[in-house]
């Protein structure tokens, strides 16, 4: 029973809030009740509002280059034994 809602949650996380477009979505939304601050923080630590972009650019760069549901999915079968028949039913083909 746990397995099943394990898996059934998990599923419903990687089509959902851990989604791509999601968490570019949610990245972007911080940023900008960040990017305010941004000189004042330059002002106090020498950081560059430049370099904060840039860093914001790699994190959306390493979401879009690997395909994370694939390796969560990998990773699974690996760590619980997830059958091709789980990974079937629960996170499709």
């Known amino acids: 029973m746990f397995r099943d809602r394990f898996l059934t949650r998990t599923a419903e996380l990687l089509d959902g809030v851990l989604a791509n477009d999601h968490v570019f979505a949610r990245i972007d939304e911080l940023a900008a009740i ?3 601050e941004m000189p004042r923080e330059k002002e106090k630590w020498g950081s560059s ?3 904060w972009r840039q860093r ?3 994190l959306k760069t390493y979401l879009e280059i690997g395909d ?3 390796e969560l ?3 699974l079968r690996t760590a ?3 059958t091709a028949e ?3 039913r629960y996170f499709g083909g």
């Open 34 to 36: 960040v990017e305010p």
């Open 49 to 51: 509002v430049k370099a």
């Open 56 to 58: 914001l650019g790699y």
């Open 68 to 70: 994370r549901r694939a």
């Open 73 to 75: 999915i990998a990773d």
């Open 80 to 82: 619980i034994r997830l």
């Open 86 to 88: 789980e990974r079937q």
